[in-house]
């Protein structure tokens, strides 16, 4: 029975793709096949980019912009269907985000575009128009899911894994059906988003797997000359990937693309992304792409809602929150997956996704309920009371969209096309580099009298810096404790931030012991069961590890822990370190500090148990340069019940008033 039915659907989808081959025919191709001419972007040419590379732009949220009034305007400053704008500027695919039913029981949508099927056509018929096809984003859930959630969509809720397979295989197929109806050019299906582990509700591969298997049978049907891809998140964890890669390939997935988000300052380097990918596409023969990729053009927030990065954020940032930093960033993610073996393209996620008013969070809150262009509505809290239900508000990626606050067109909207043919205009300076010291509350602030100019072609020159501080401004800097200021400057007519870090400077190596033994002399002086660098969180005074020792006998422990400080200028310093533990019976324990092999100061320590770490301060050490100096702790126990244990963390020399 069900072998006809899936005859009959072939057939079907075959006419239907004879009558989308018919009505391509009135379809004007709106991307440029020449170099857009004129522009002050300076980018430099992606070489053997291949004709049919994916530039590709999730517009998911365009539909729910425009219903809360959002207007989107050309280079001309003439107000343009967006999907027009975006083509003319060479991107050649829009990716769409698909949830089963992003709304609660009166109809209220979560948000995040109230991206249903109806919503993907819409979107599908204008990309079709102006040319792009369409990639669909089935998320199989009824909101957000990536990594961390994959919750499965109201209507499937309690299905056993049998049913689940059938309602989403039919799910698939019906919304592509209607895709396909509306003459959507579909040139690619997504089965998850972000699926690292988990789709639809299921956490376990077996289950995961027979779910991808049926929406991909589903897309093959009604599709068949679409790319079938699966997409996951966090490339910067290698052997994760290469687990989801073999995985696939056990279970005998049927796909085509293996598909990574880069978001570049989350997700490792370029070189590492490059090279899990191909390493995928040559062992398991796929193509690999990029699905999401993002940066900033402006720090700022535009829209009342924070940003996932932006000024403050401490996130690596390889370019400046600029137009030409932005478009910097995207050529060369799209230069490395062009380079990456079996790369075929690169999608910006949410380029066209900017703020719904100008004048107050009110304003827009107000709207981002109603039509559902903030990232969450508050009536997602009942589906997803944890994230949405607590967090729910605007757009967290406005200022990495492509159009500024106004709907205008940003500058590097044009990259998408400038790629193919370069575009390198004189490079001139763009901003300015931050600055960031570290200043010991006992030292001296120097300001640099140079800062590196960053220029449009992504090189840098060092040029003169004017600081705005004053003497007794710097002055409170060295009174106010551990703090960290910002002061401004001009450079080259930019503005210059230098960032100051007033610190306590710790003169230990590896004062935590997170590098193991580096730079410590572990000296046994009984007959102890354990005596190493242990690693283990819950046991440890900061970090992961610390010293551990444990002896089931009476009288066995007896150790000291030491380090020889090399390079310390002469003044006068305090030195600490802390001790836990417990069942140590009579102890002798204490901190010390050798100068020139002599002890000059001690100071006990007590075990008190599991979780009470007990410190020790010794001040007023006098120190001159050519001495040698050792810090360090001696333990002995005599030890009762189940033998003495304890653990050693947090070691400090620090300079003193
Ligand atoms: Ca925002």
Redesign the pocket.
Known sequence: MRKLKRIISATLASMLALSTFTACKDVVNYIPNEKIEGSSLYVKKVEDLPDDFILGMDASSVIAEEQSGVKYYNFNGEEQDVFRTLAESGVNYIRVRVWNDPYDENGNGYGGGNNDVEKAVEIGKRATKYGMKLLVNFHYSDFWADPAKQMVPKAWKGMDIETKKQALYEYTRDSLTKLKEAKVDVGMVQIGNETNGAMCGETIWFNIQQLMQEGSRAIREIFPEALVAVHFANPEKVTNYTSYASKLAYYNIDYDVFASSYYPYWHGTRENLSSLLSGIATTYNKKVMVMETSYAYTGE???????TIGDGSVVTKEYPYTVQGQANSVRNVIDTVAHTTGGIGVVYWEGTWI?VGTSSWEENSAKWEKYGSGWASSYASGYDPNDAGKYYG???V??QAFFDAEGKPLESLKVFNLVKYGNEVEPKADAIEDVNLTVDLNGTIVLPEKVNAIMTDDSKQSIPVEWKVTESELQAMYTGGVKKYEITGTAGGMAAHCYISMVEYNFITNYSFEEGETGWTLTSLGNMNEFYIEDKVTDSLTGNKHVHFWSAATSSVEFTVEQQVNGLPSGKYKYSISIMGGDCGETDIYSFVKIDGEIVKTQALSINGYGNWDTALISDVEYTEGQTIVVGIYVKCSGSGNGAWGKIDDALLNSQK
């Open positions: 927030d535009t829209d009342f809602s924070g940003n703020t605007g757009c967290a406005d200022n």
